[in-house]
């Protein structure tokens, strides 16, 4: 477990965390997301006792390793403080074999050398490095390199693990088995992970929870679902690159919809809890939920049909983006095969459908 207390610090006055509170359930992976320059890198440093806060308190397993206690100052230094933390960059030893690296942490637990081997094979095998046991880190490539620093970190089973974007520097077409290793092997050994991250499909795969870092303190966190279909700020929003929208709530449905309207075009939505009519909201809709079709759909149970035309499309392997001006414009992201079919050309007149409980409104 651990609880951050109001925790700030500056660099040059500048405040990069500030008041920051978070706690993350022992044995659970939080995955931090935030943009670069957002202090992700500054609170991991934090945590593992490298750079000293301005003010907060620190608990790791309920002991304070870092703030006051009473009139007390409370300093943990790093090795004290138990944690295993993998850099962007990479810290092996470079005069030690890779499986001298990994066993290095191990020696200093009081094991039998046969129990160093075991684990240290054990993790060798989880990082796909078994061949290279006896290279040195050299002679590795960076991704290589990064799982051998992966690999010494997991080896001693620490209580906090801090992983600063550890499968950057693996290969692309090994990431995804590498992630599921890794979230696997982090199970397994029971220790409380912050996970640093860009990449959202990572965020998903690894997270139990998800922190986004914003203006030096946690903007949202939640599961996955909570963070990426129910933003609750403009902050996540944009960093989400979701649709975002001013509009106001028009009046409550007897169907308990909600009649909402943006730039004069009129939507349904099954949010509710909100303080009824002509009160102004923010909106947000994922391009992710908004269906295409080149005619208009004529099933009676269809709402949010919107007519508008195509401004602009993106075509990558895995996507199709588009802009659509429906009187403002609205950016959807659908699977290829989908749209394939469409023969989608820029100037088309096209129709789009917005399903109800994809309209998040933020509170
Ligand atoms: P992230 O990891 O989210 O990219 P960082 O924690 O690396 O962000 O940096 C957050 C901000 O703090 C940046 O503006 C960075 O320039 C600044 N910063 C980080 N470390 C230092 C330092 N040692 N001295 C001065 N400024 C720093």
């Known amino acids: 477990m651990i609880k951050i207390e109001s925790l700030s610090k500056a660099f040059n006055g500048k405040k990069v965390i500030n008041n920051l509170n978070l706690e993350i359930q022992k044995n659970k992976t939080l995955v931090l997301l935030g ?67 990994i066993a290095y942490g191990l020696k200093s637990l009081h094991l039998t050398e046969i129990e160093i081997k075991k684990k240290t094979n054990t993790m060798l095998e989880l990082v796909d490095l078994t061949k290279y046991a006896q290279a040195y880190p050299h002679q590795l490539s960076g991704g290589q390199q990064q799982r051998a620093a992966l690999a010494r970190s997991l080896a001693t089973q620490p209580q906090i693990m801090l992983l600063d974007e550890p499968v950057s520097a693996v290969d692309p077409q090994l990431r995804e088995p590498f992630r599921l290793e ?15 991250t860009h990449n959202f499909n990572e965020a998903f795969i690894m997270a139990d929870k998800i922190a986004i870092l914003g203006n030096g303190h946690i903007e949202q966190i ?27 709530i028009i009046k409550q449905q007897q169907n308990n919809y909600l009649q909402i309207e943006i730039n004069n075009t009129k939507l349904l939505t099954t949010s509710t809890n909100m303080e009824l009519t002509e009160k102004n909201i923010t ?18 149970n269809t709402t949010n049909i919107l007519q508008g035309t195509l401004t602009e499309i993106t075509q990558t392997l895995t996507t199709t983006q588009t802009t659509v001006d429906i009187g403002f414009l609205i950016k959807t992201k659908n699977d290829p095969t989908t749209t394939k079919k469409l023969k989608l050309t820029i100037g088309d007149t096209i129709y789009i459908t917005i399903n109800p409980t994809d309209i998040n409104i933020l509170t």
Do not use: C, W
């Open 182 to 196: 890794l979230k696997k092997y982090l199970q397994t050994i029971e220790t409380t992970t912050i996970y640093v």
């Open 35 to 101: 943009p670069n320059g957002s202090g992700k890198t500054t609170l991991l440093n934090i945590i593992a006792g490298l750079i000293t806060p301005d003010k907060g308190n620190i608990y790791i397993n309920n002991t304070i390793v870092q703030g006051t206690v009473g009139t007390k100052k409370v300093y943990l230094n790093p090795f004290e403080r138990k944690i295993g933390y993998v850099f962007q960059t990479i810290t092996l030893f470079p005069h030690m074999k890779i499986q001298d690296n």
């Open 222 to 248: 939640g599961n996955r679902e909570e963070i990426f279909d129910k933003p609750q700020t403009t902050y996540v929003a944009k960093f989400l690159g979701t649709n975002i929208f001013k509009g106001k």
């Open 283 to 300: 909106i947000t809709i994922k391009p992710e939920n908004i269906t295409l079709s080149t005619q208009k759909p004529t099933s009676p």
